[in-house]
């Protein structure tokens, strides 16, 4: 007989032969930016989260500082919206000054800043439109102006979330020509049409106003192609490849890290935020106990980089 138990026996050897162990620096912190003044609004569907207008942004910098995450994640909510999403490429838009702001007061925080035209257009949907048909390649000079007006701004990275194909190359291409070779692109390569985003659109006013995105975004059905998405951005340029949402696709997160040297970033996305929030509200599971355990499945399927609202409760915790 082989005894197991003889390594858990206690928190010292447990610790000692742990095989995954969470980092705070493992962490980033994704941040609603909205225009106005004063402006500290409650997301209803993702208690404890809110939307910020720049001049409130010292209520959370600080926390978000002092908990050592690696950084923050960035999405704009314009006051204005048009077809073309025209806030989203605006030199002086929501994003680009809430990304001067930070930087001037968090210069060592790493901001990236999210590239899709959803918050943006009146119509919701990530690209432009023709009647209901989204429009793949008149899209991708608008994202690659998006990039380099982000990056001109201070974003230390872009991550494009828009689902376009070749939306990698369009912005490699136009941040290398305007001599931001340097910048990383961190592509939301396996995004699927999930459920699970129904929150982040109450934060972010990015409801699509018909249909669906299944059009651009992926079959919740397939893994393998996924893994070709994957690639796909690698091959385009991107220098860290996401699968999101991250819990019900850890299988493609295994996938993806057995088969691609690369960084892997995964998405804990609004909707598997909010199921943990509701259920520790109403007293049914541990909070703690359930946010660190999910995190540690995303860290032993592979992911060395997590996107997650838990950031920071789940950086306290760690430090405990």
Not at 212 to 223: C, F, L, P, V
């Amino acid at each position: 007989m082989y005894r197991f138990r003889r390594l858990r026996t206690n928190d010292v050897l447990r610790d000692m032969v742990a095989e995954n162990v969470l980092n705070v620096k493992d962490f980033i912190y994704p941040l609603f930016v909205v225009e106005g003044e004063n402006i500290k609004e409650a997301v209803d569907s993702m208690p404890g989260i809110y939307r910020y207008s720049i001049d409130r942004l010292d209520d959370i910098l600080p926390e978000v500082e002092e908990s050592g995450v690696s950084g923050l994640l960035l999405f704009g909510v314009p006051a204005k919206k048009d077809a073309r999403g025209s806030e989203a490429y605006n030199p002086d838009g929501i994003v680009q000054n809430a990304i001067r702001y930070i930087k001037k007061r968090c210069p060592r925080l790493l901001v990236i800043a999210d590239i899709c035209l959803c918050e943006y257009t009146d119509h919701g949907h990530c690209g432009l439109i023709s009647g209901h048909t989204i429009l793949n390649d008149d899209t991708l000079p608008l994202l690659a102006q998006m990039a380099v007006t982000c990056v001109e701004a201070g974003a230390d990275m872009v991550a494009p979330s828009d689902m376009m194909d070749g939306d990698v190359e369009a912005i490699r291409d136009a941040l290398d020509a305007n001599g931001y070779e340097n910048t990383p692109i961190m592509g939301y390569s396996a995004k699927f049409a999930s459920g699970y985003y129904s929150p982040f659109r109450d934060a972010a006013g990015s409801a699509p106003g018909f249909g669906d995105r299944k059009s651009y975004q992926m079959d919740i059905r397939n893994g393998r192609e996924a893994i070709r998405e994957v690639e796909n951005d690698i091959e385009q340029g991107a220098d860290i490849v996401m699968v999101k949402p991250a819990l019900a696709y850890l299988d493609v997160v295994k996938e993806a890290t057995q088969t691609f040297d690369y960084p892997i970033a995964v998405y804990n996305v609004s909707g598997e935020y909010s199921m943990v929030k509701a259920a520790a509200q109403n007293g049914w599971i541990d909070e703690k106990r359930i946010v660190l355990e999910n995190l540690i499945a995303m860290k032993r399927a592979g992911a060395s980089i997590i996107i997650t609202y838990h950031a920071l409760d789940a950086a306290k915790w760690i430090k405990e």
